[in-house]
T-cell receptor, first 116, second 114 residues
Framework: DTGVSQDPRHKITKRGQNVTFRCDPI?????LYWYRQTLGQGPEFLTY????????KSRLLSDRFSAERPKGSFSTLEIQRTEQGDSAMYLC??????????????FGSGTQLSVL | GENVEQHPSTLSVQEGDSAVIKCTYSDSASNYFPWYKQELGKGPQLIIDIRSNVGEKKDQRIAVTLNKTAKHFSLHITETQPEDSAVYFCAAVFSGTSYGKLTFGQGTILTVHP
């Protein structure tokens, strides 16, 4: 499978616990994004990496959230001290670094987080 | 701020009919407008997109039209089939970004009845 891979698919945690999600983008894609989607809504932008550099973070990304892409390949998204409001689908996407195609996002199937 | 409004929120059609979903956007300098299809338990999948220098684009049964003056764009699906049933999202890349920072609409649940 050469698509965007996310792990785990589902995560159930108790309020206050830390969780970490992993994303493996399409191998030749330099650009990687995290989005969050709540039930009945469209995805919302969280953050963007070009190679290993995190170039933009949304105001939605509070201090409890941190994302990394240490070697410019896979990325992790960590949420510390989870709250019930963090319950959502966390989507990872990647895109190529070529003009006229760098906005074409390929999404993974997401990690569904439930905070009890 | 950046905003995309999508209508209708639900759409029910008979197999073989056409379906139209409309979106309006707030930033007149927006230049890229993709449409995504999301099936249950999956991530959004890009089905068609259009840039601001084009008024219409077709791909088999799917077409997208863009009216820059009115700041709206529409998805047209002809000869609908049950497998077209899904949630459809429009999106826009707003001016000042050169990457995939998309603002999505609220989604349309399309149901195609056999």
């Amino acid at each position: 499978d050469t698509g965007v891979s996310q792990d785990p698919r589902h995560k159930i945690t108790k309020r206050g616990q830390n969780v970490t999600f992993r994303c493996d983008p399409i191998s030749e894609h330099n650009r990687l994004y995290w989005y969050r989607q709540t039930l009945g809504q469209g995805p919302e932008f969280l953050t963007y990496f070009q190679n290993e550099a995190q170039l933009e973070k949304s105001r939605l990304l509070s201090d409890r959230f941190s994302a990394e892409r240490p070697k410019g390949s896979f990325s992790t998204l960590e949420i510390q001290r989870t709250e019930q409001g963090d319950s959502a689908m966390y989507l990872c996407a990647s895109s190529p670094d070529r003009i006229a195609t760098n906005e074409k996002l390929f999404f993974g199937s997401g990690t569904q987080l439930s905070v009890l | 701020g950046e905003n995309v409004e999508q209508h209708p929120s639900t759409l029910s059609v008979q197999e073989g009919d056409s379906a139209v979903i409309k979106c309006t956007y707030s930033d007149s300098a927006s230049n890229y407008f993709p449409w995504y299809k999301q099936e249950l338990g999956k991530g959004p999948q890009l089905i068609i997109d259009i840039r601001s220098n084009v008024g219409e684009k077709k791909d088999q049964r799917i077409a997208v039209t863009l009216n820059k003056t009115a700041k709206h764009f529409s998805l047209h699906i002809t000869e609908t089939q049950p497998e077209d049933s899904a949630v459809y999202f429009c999106a826009a890349v707003f001016s000042g970004t050169s990457y995939g920072k998309l603002t999505f609409g609220q989604g349309t649940i399309l149901t195609v009845h056999p």
